[in-house]
C-alpha cells in the first residue's frame, strides 16, 4: 500500500485540492419531537446540519483511519447542546483539514458555524479553508465576518491583511496590516506593509518594513527577494544583489493557536512530518530536527522527512548532517538526483531540481565551491527557468575561471528576467574584462550604469575595470566623478569598503583598515566595515579592540554567524578564556547544532591553561554527543581530550590508541608522531594542555 504524506512547507502555504468533495446542499437534521405538553410560544428552529461525507480511506494509514472514525463518533455522541455539537464537528473537520480532506473538512465547518453562527472560530476556520484552496474573495469576507466577532484576534488581522493584498486591494489590506502592528509589532505585520509599499511604487518605505521585518525575523529568508527588488527599483544594484542572493523560501511566521495544533492532531507518520513543519515555521530547528528523525523512524524512506531534516540541520549550523540529510534524501527518490535519467514526471524533476539547489546551498556554505557548481548545474538541467540558480551558477562558473560559460548563463538569466538585466550587465561586462574583450565588457557597463545612475558602487567598480583593461585614463575621470559624487554618508561608506576589499586583494593590509574605519566614519552601523575592520585587527594581533568591534556586530545582528566565530576566536587567542566559554555558550544556544562552535567548546574546556575554565565533565557530556553523530577524527580526538580532563585515562587511552592506529595505517609520520606524544600523556595520567592559544580554536578556524 502506497503511504500517503503530507508535504513538509506548512499547511497553511499549501495551495492543494480536496481529496474528497462535501455534498451539495442539506436538509433539517430530522431530531425526535418535543415532548407532549411541551408548546413553546416561538419555537427555535434547530440548526441544519449536513451529512457527514463518505471518503476512501483505503490509502490511509490503519492510525488516521482509526483517528477519523473516532473523531466521527465523536459527533454521533455530542448530545443535543449546539456548543457541544459544533466543537465536535470543528474537531472532526480538523482532522480531516490534517489529511488534506478538505471538502469534507468543509462539511464540518460549515456544520460548526450553523449550530453556533456567533463563534468566531467557525468562520475563521472556513475563511482559512478557502484561502488554501485559492477562493480568496470568499476568504477575506469570512475573515471580515470573523474580525467582527473578535476584532483583536491577530491572525485573521494579518490573514485579512494578506488576502487584500492578493486582490490588490492595497487601502484595506494597509489598513489590516497597521491593525496588525497596533496589537503586536510582529514580522509579519511589517512584511505586509512593505509588500503595499513596495505595490504602490513607494520602494523606500518598502525597504524599511522589509528590513524591520528582518530584524524581528531573521530566517524569514523570503524577505531577501522582496528587499532585492525594492533595492533594484532604487537603483541600489549592489545590494539588489546582496539580497538577492541570500533569498530563501521561509515566508514570516503566523502564531495561529486555531490552526498550529494542527501538529498535533496527526498520528503516525504524518504526525512527525506535521510537527517538524510546524516548529519550522516557529522557528524550533533543533524540534523541528527531532521530529524529522522520527518520522524516518517510522519510514526511512520519506523524501519529506529527509528534506525536512536537511532544511532544519541547515538552519542549526550542522553544514556535514545537512548535506548528508540532502543526499539521503536524493537516493528516497528512487533514482540519483544528479541528472535527468528517469524524471520524466514534472512533479518529479521539480523535487530534484529543489533538492539540488538546496545541496548547492549548503555545498557553499561549506566553502565547497565545486560541488555547490555541480549541483547548481545539475538542477538547471532538469528546471532550466530558476533565475536564482541561473545567477548562482554563473558566479560559480566565474570564480572557477569559465568565464565564457558563466557569460551563457548570463545571456539566459538576462532572456528570462529582463528586470535584472542591470545586474546582469555588471556581471557579464566582469567576465568580458577577465577574457580582455574590453569593446564587449565597455558595452556592458554602460548600459548598467545608463539603467542605474546612482549606484556609486557600480562606478567604482567600472572605474576598475577600466583600469584593468589598460584604459587609465577613462579610470582616473569616472574615479574623479565618484569622488564628488558620493556625497550621502551610506553611498561613502559602501565606496570605502568596496576600495577596502580591492586593497585587501593587493595585499595593502594598512590601506584597507584606513578604508574600512573611513567607512565606519561615514556610517558607524556598517556591519561589514566593522566586522572588517575587526578581522584586520586581529590579523594585527591587537585582538581586544578586534573584540569590541565584534561585540558591536552582535549587538547589531545576535544571528550573524559569521561574527560569532570571530568573536569566539579573538576572545581565545586574547586568553580571555572565561569569556570564550560563555561566548560559545551562547553560541551553542543560537547553533546548537553547530560542530565548529561545539568542538570548539570542548577543546576550551578540556585544555585551557585556565583551571577556573576547565571543565572536563562537561566537555565529556558535549563530546559524547558530538560523537554520537559525527565520528570523524576530529571530534574523537577533543572526545580524549574531554576523557583526560574529566581523569578518565582508560577511556583517553582507548580513543587515542585508535586514532594512531588510523594515522599509522596512512603513513603521516609527523600526524603519527603527535597522536603518539598525546597517547604518552594519557598513559602517565596528565591531561592535554593546549600549547598555545590557537590549539583552541582549530576546529572552528578549520571548518571556515
Not at 577577465?434 to 569593446?439: E, H, K, S, T, V
Not at 565606496?495 to 574600512?516: F, I
Request: proline share 5%; glycine share 8%; charged share 25%.
Amino acid at each position: 500500500m502506497r503511504r500517503r504524506s503530507l508535504p513538509v512547507l506548512p499547511l497553511f502555504l499549501v495551495l492543494c485540492l480536496a481529496a474528497c468533495g462535501g455534498p451539495d446542499g442539506g436538509g433539517p437534521d430530522g431530531g425526535s419531537s418535543a415532548p407532549p405538553g411541551a408548546t413553546p410560544p416561538e419555537a427555535t428552529p434547530k440548526a441544519q446540519t449536513a451529512p457527514l461525507p463518505e471518503l476512501d480511506l483505503s490509502a490511509a494509514d490503519p492510525a488516521v483511519r482509526e483517528q477519523i472514525d473516532r473523531s466521527r463518533r465523536a459527533v454521533e455522541d455530542a448530545g443535543d447542546d449546539p456548543a457541544a455539537q459544533a466543537r465536535a464537528y470543528s474537531d472532526l473537520g480538523l482532522v480531516y483539514l490534517t489529511y488534506e480532506f478538505l471538502g469534507a473538512a468543509g462539511t464540518c465547518f460549515e456544520n460548526a458555524r450553523s449550530l453556533e453562527p456567533t463563534n468566531f472560530r467557525w468562520h475563521y476556520l472556513l475563511g482559512y479553508l478557502e484561502m488554501i484552496q485559492g477562493r480568496l474573495p470568499e476568504a477575506a469576507d469570512l475573515y471580515g465576518r470573523a474580525l467582527e466577532l473578535e476584532a483583536d484576534f491577530l491572525p485573521a488581522v494579518l490573514r485579512l491583511g494578506r488576502t487584500r493584498l492578493q486582490l490588490s486591494d492595497l487601502d484595506a489590506a494597509e489598513a489590516r496590516f497597521r491593525a496588525a502592528l497596533e496589537l503586536d509589532p510582529v514580522a509579519a505585520g511589517h512584511a505586509g506593509l512593505g509588500r503595499v509599499a513596495a505595490a504602490r511604487g513607494d520602494d523606500s518605505a518598502a525597504v524599511e518594513h522589509f528590513r524591520t521585518a528582518l530584524d524581528l525575523e531573521p530566517e524569514a529568508d523570503a524577505l531577501h527577494y522582496a528587499l532585492a527588488q525594492s533595492y533594484r527599483n532604487l537603483g541600489q544594484m549592489d545590494r539588489a544583489r546582496h539580497h538577492l542572493e541570500r533569498s530563501g523560501d521561509v515566508a514570516t511566521r503566523i502564531a495561529d493557536p486555531l490552526i498550529n495544533p494542527l501538529a498535533s492532531l496527526a498520528e503516525g507518520l504524518q504526525f512527525y512530518l506535521v510537527q517538524g513543519a510546524e516548529a519550522m515555521d516557529d522557528g524550533r530547528y533543533d524540534g523541528a530536527a527531532a521530529s524529522y528523525r522520527a518520522a524516518l523512524e517510522q519510514d526511512p524512506a520519506s523524501f519529506e522527512a529527509h528534506r525536512g531534516l536537511a532544511v532544519s540541520l541547515e538552519r542549526l549550523g550542522d553544514l556535514e548532517g545537512a548535506a548528508e540529510a540532502l543526499d539521503r534524501a536524493a537516493s528516497s527518490l528512487g533514482e540519483g538526483a544528479e541528472g535527468a535519467a528517469g524524471a520524466d514526471d514534472a512533479t518529479i524533476r521539480g523535487q530534484r531540481a529543489a533538492l539540488l539547489r538546496s545541496r548547492g546551498l549548503v555545498a557553499a556554505l561549506r566553502g565547497r565551491d565545486g560541488r555547490a557548481l555541480e549541483s547548481y548545474l545539475a538542477s538547471l538541467e532538469l528546471v532550466p527557468e530558476q533565475p536564482d540558480v541561473l545567477l548562482r551558477a554563473a558566479g560559480g562558473l566565474a570564480k572557477l575561471g569559465r568565464f565564457e560559460d558563466a557569460i551563457s548563463l548570463y545571456d539566459r538569466l538576462e532572456s528570462l528576467e529582463p528586470a535584472w538585466a542591470p545586474a546582469v550587465w555588471e556581471r557579464r561586462g566582469t567576465a568580458w574584462v577577465n577574457l580582455g574583450r574590453a569593446d564587449e565588457a565597455v558595452a556592458d557597463f554602460d548600459r548598467a550604469v545608463d539603467a542605474a545612475p546612482e549606484d556609486a558602487l557600480l562606478r567604482s567598480r567600472y572605474a576598475a575595470a577600466l583600469e584593468h583593461l589598460g584604459r587609465r585614463a577613462d579610470a582616473q575621470r569616472r574615479a574623479a566623478a565618484d569622488l564628488s559624487a558620493g556625497s550621502d554618508p551610506q553611498t561613502r561608506a559602501a565606496l570605502a569598503v568596496e576600495r577596502a576589499r580591492g586593497q585587501l586583494r593587493s595585499g595593502a593590509l594598512e590601506d584597507a583598515m584606513a578604508s574600512y574605519r573611513e567607512a565606519l566614519g561615514a556610517q558607524p552601523d556598517h556591519l561589514p566595515a566593522r566586522r572588517g575592520l575587526a578581522q584586520l585587527l586581529a590579523h594585527h594581533g591587537r585582538f581586544g579592540e578586534a573584540v569590541e568591534h565584534l561585540e558591536q556586530v552582535l549587538e547589531a545582528s545576535p544571528r550573524h554567524e559569521g561574527a560569532r566565530r570571530d568573536h569566539a576566536v579573538a576572545l581565545v587567542l586574547a586568553e580571555r578564556y572565561g569569556e570564550a566559554r560563555l561566548a560559545l555558550q551562547e553560541a551553542l544556544r543560537l547553533f546548537p547544532r553547530h560542530l565548529g562552535f561545539a568542538l570548539t567548546q570542548v577543546e576550551l574546556l578540556s585544555t585551557t591553561p585556565d583551571d577556573s575554565v576547565r571543565d572536563g565533565d562537561l566537555a565529556v557530556r558535549i563530546a559524547e554527543r558530538i560523537t554520537a553523530e559525527n565520528d570523524g577524527a576530529v571530534a574523537r580526538q577533543s572526545l580524549a581530550f574531554a576523557y583526560a580532563a574529566a581523569g578518565r585515562f582508560d577511556d583517553a587511552k582507548r580513543v587515542q590508541r585508535r586514532l594512531l592506529e588510523e594515522a599509522e595505517a596512512g603513513g603521516n609520520e609527523a600526524l603519527i608522531a603527535e597522536l603518539r606524544s598525546r597517547l604518552e600523556r594519557f598513559e602517565a595520567g596528565q591531561p592535554q594542555i593546549a600549547a598555545t592559544p590557537a590549539d583552541i580554536v582549530f576546529p572552528l578556524v578549520a571548518g571556515r
